[in-house]
């Protein structure tokens, strides 16, 4: 057994991961717990869950298959991974603050926020590879990448502040909305962090750390789910095949195009153990980060002591032969099916995906909804091409992003696929 409260994530990390403030991914202790238990308790609602699960739908019909739809019609190639990261912002600004802020629109506009983001999250990169008196150095003097992370930092947090100003001064003048089911709005209706005199910054502090979460781990697990695809037609065409069923009674879109609902994807086992898969070899947090607070004993028989910082490597875990067997480099979603049909348990401190213990994420359910009512959308209306001699690659980044991007040609399919029926 791990004893979890001696491996926090330190001080350490909370300075490099300074956007996040006293959020629940840098917390620890009690303070960790409460906050975990409030964030678990909205999350978790069912008036939550059907917000997320309409969002997902709302996103993927408005923005996703439009989008692709116009770059298969005009026969030009796009990055599936800026598309999805776009998506993943959008949705995410909007389960988190309640807007979109329209990224991913035909022409890809440019949004400083999320460009804000992006900037910010390259900087903890650096802040993780350089010695730590060098980068600390590096912002006291406002030099190099630490000059413009703080540039970065005023976008973001004025960003916020005026989101949470907006939406305090309409509750203050309307009360409470009803129909508003996003995160700052229970964030600003609850009594409870209503009375802190810090409030704002509790609330600041805490939808950042959701936005953070939400934005760059989905979009990455979708880019990856969608190369593998794109390299696998065998599980393609059983991807397809399972969803015939439900395409043959969903109503097709004035564009020709079906979407699907969440509830509809929950029981699919097959998309389901896909899924999983693509998480186990490519997880969109590669590495995770503990610090020692006092001496221990590891299962493996390593000694630790206080101060030392133990890294996972979950990424390269999901590739060892003696966790998942000889065939751990395949692309096969079967191994997640048992013998009798049913989806493999599989204990998550061997899947850690998602994390374990009692940090595990409390988005799971969040994103395995939106990653399957996205990836199945776009697996059935369109065939995803990688782009000839384009190198898909991961990247060196707190996210496992691809180095590259992801190069592709999508092409419509008419009707219900005909390569379902080939042999």
């Not at 439009?66 to 599936?80: I, N, R, V, Y």
């Not at 926020?113 to 903890?124: E, H, K």
């Not at 097709?252 to 999983?276: R, S, T």
Request: hydrophobic share 40%; net charge positive.
């Amino acid at each position: 057994m791990i004893n979890d409260e001696n491996y926090p994530k330190g001080d350490v990390f909370a300075q490099m991961f300074d956007i996040l403030g006293g959020g629940i991914f840098n917390s620890d202790g009690e303070r960790w717990r409460s906050q975990r238990t409030k964030a678990q308790m909205l999350m978790t609602t069912p008036r939550y869950r059907s917000f997320v699960a309409q969002s997902s739908l709302d996103k993927v019909e408005q923005s996703v298959l439009p989008f692709l739809a116009h770059a298969a019609d005009s026969d030009t190639t796009c990055d599936l991974q800026d598309v999805f990261t776009r998506w993943s912002f959008d949705t995410t600004c909007n389960l988190v603050f309640g807007v979109d802020p329209g990224c991913l629109a035909i022409g890809l506009p440019d949004v400083p926020f999320a460009r804000a983001m992006d900037d910010v999250l390259r900087t903890v990169f650096v802040r993780h590879i350089m010695p730590v008196t060098c980068w600390k150095v590096m912002r006291r003097l406002d030099v190099g990448h630490e000059r413009k992370n703080a540039a970065a930092r005023r976008t973001a947090d004025e960003f916020v502040a005026a989101t949470i100003a907006r939406r305090r001064a309409a509750y203050s003048k309307q009360g409470a909305n009803k129909s508003s089911a996003d995160l700052l709005s229970s964030f600003i209706c609850d009594e409870e962090i209503a009375g802190d005199p810090d409030a704002d910054t509790y609330i600041r502090d805490m939808t950042m750390n959701l936005l953070v979460a939400g934005r760059d781990a989905t979009s990455s697990a979708l880019s990856w789910f969608s190369y593998l695809i794109a390299t696998n037609p065998r599980v393609e065409k059983r991807l397809l095949e399972e969803l015939a069923p439900i395409a043959a009674r969903r109503p097709v879109g004035p564009d020709g195009m079906v979407a699907f609902e969440a509830g509809e994807l929950k029981n699919l086992l097959y998309l389901h153990a896909a899924v999983c898969e693509c998480l186990r070899l490519y997880p969109s947090l590669p590495v995770e980060t503990k610090a020692v607070a006092a001496h221990d004993v590891l299962p493996s028989g390593h000694e630790v002591r206080p101060g030392d910082k133990i890294l996972v490597f979950n990424y390269s875990m999901g590739r060892m032969k003696r966790v998942w067997g000889a065939d751990c480099r395949e692309f096969r979603p079967e191994r997640w099916i048992s013998e009798d049909g049913k989806l493999r348990y599989v204990p998550s401190n061997k899947f850690v995906a998602f994390n374990s213990g009692p940090r595990t994420c409390l988005g799971k359910e969040m994103v395995l909804v939106q990653m399957k009512v996205t990836v199945a959308a776009v697996a059935w209306n369109f065939a995803v091409e990688v782009v000839p001699g384009h190198v898909v690659e991961p990247k060196l980044s707190i996210i496992l992003h691809m180095k590259n991007g992801l190069l592709v040609r999508v092409k419509r399919r008419s009707g219900i696929p005909a390569m379902i029926g080939k042999q």
